[in-house]
């Protein structure tokens, strides 16, 4: 795995990132709910690859420079996840989305045998930056992570049987 510093342009870009990926979960399940199954499939499957992306970029971070990465374990909705902070800016994972020997790394203030209680109401209206996808995804992009190489697939199935492809164009 290739390190990435943490630059706050790389942060930014993940950031909305993973504030896009928040919009898309909301915009799948609102598509599924009025019976339009191709959009549905597509922001899942785009959402899913945000994700994939979002991971990716954190485990590099993590390897470039583990001391500059903390966290705490949250309990949300029943589950257990890993805030990571790494700079000004704060990120929810699944523990084992990073990998052991990366978690390991990170210096983490409790376990996940007793996480803080932090009710999580997802709110993608919040707003820390202007930038948009594109100029996030080819940031990453530029620094070696690539959204289309984290999709499943690079197409899904419409509701009519037609192939749909969902990478984004503008990546290489």
Do not use: C
Request: aromatic share 6%.
């Amino acid at each position: 795995m290739n390190p990435l510093e943490p630059t706050d342009d790389l942060l930014e870009s993940l950031y909305v990132v993973n504030k896009v990926a928040k919009q898309f979960a909301d915009e799948a399940t609102a598509a599924y709910d009025r019976g339009d199954v191709t959009e549905s499939n597509v922001r899942s499957a785009r959402k899913d690859a945000l994700y994939r992306t979002k991971t990716a970029v954190l485990s590099r971070v993590v390897a470039h420079e583990d001391a500059r990465v903390t966290g705490e374990y949250h309990a949300i909705n029943g589950d257990v996840w890993l805030f990571l902070t790494v700079g000004d800016w704060r990120f929810h994972q699944p523990p084992r989305a990073i990998g052991g020997d990366l978690a390991d790394a990170v210096d983490v203030a409790n376990t996940p045998d007793e996480p803080i209680d932090a009710p999580y109401e997802r709110d993608s209206s919040v707003e820390r930056s202007d930038r948009s996808l594109e100029d996030a995804l080819t940031g990453l992009a530029e620094a070696g992570v690539n959204a289309n190489d984290h999709l499943a697939r690079p197409t899904v199935t419409s509701e009519h049987d037609r192939i749909v492809d969902v990478r984004w164009s503008f990546l290489p």
